[in-house]
C-alpha cells in the first residue's frame, strides 16, 4: 500500500490550502483515515482524524479552521484548512489504518504559511 499526499505549499496567513492523500495499491477497505502533522523541532501530532462511519476528531489547533473528509470508493482522505495561522506551518502527513492495527504513512507534504 502506498499513500500520495499532495496540496502542500506557500500560503499567506489566512489564506487555505486543500490536502489529499490517496491509497494505492490497496483491494481492502481502510479504518481510520487522518492527518497528522510535524513541526520543525516537534513531535508528530494528531490534526484531525475520521472514521470509516464519518465520525471526526480534531485537535484543538484546528478546530472550526479544519475540516477533514473521505471518498472511501477512491480510497482517498481531504484536509480542507482555511484561515491557515503562520503556526500551522508543518510537514503534513497522513495515515491510514486497516484491521484496527495496521498503519500506513504517506510520505508527507509541506505546508508553509507566511505572516
Known amino acids: 500500500v502506498q499513500l500520495q499526499a499532495s496540496g502542500g505549499g506557500l500560503v499567506q496567513a489566512g489564506g487555505s490550502l486543500r490536502l489529499s492523500c490517496a491509497a494505492s495499491?490497496?483491494?481492502?477497505?481502510?479504518?481510520?483515515m487522518g492527518w497528522y502533522r510535524q513541526a520543525p523541532g516537534m513531535q508528530r501530532e494528531m490534526v484531525a482524524t475520521?472514521?470509516?462511519?464519518?465520525?471526526?476528531k480534531y485537535a484543538d489547533s484546528g478546530k472550526g479552521r479544519f475540516t477533514i473528509s473521505r471518498d472511501n470508493a477512491k480510497n482517498t482522505v481531504y484536509l480542507q484548512m482555511n484561515s491557515l495561522k503562520p503556526e500551522d506551518t508543518a510537514i503534513y502527513y497522513c495515515?491510514?489504518?486497516?484491521?484496527?492495527?495496521?498503519?500506513?504513512w504517506g510520505r508527507g507534504t509541506l505546508v508553509t504559511v507566511s505572516s
Open positions: 495515515n491510514f489504518v486497516t484491521y484496527g492495527k495496521y498503519n500506513y
Open positions: 495499491g490497496s483491494s481492502f477497505s481502510f479504518n481510520d
Open positions: 475520521i472514521s470509516s462511519g464519518g465520525m471526526t
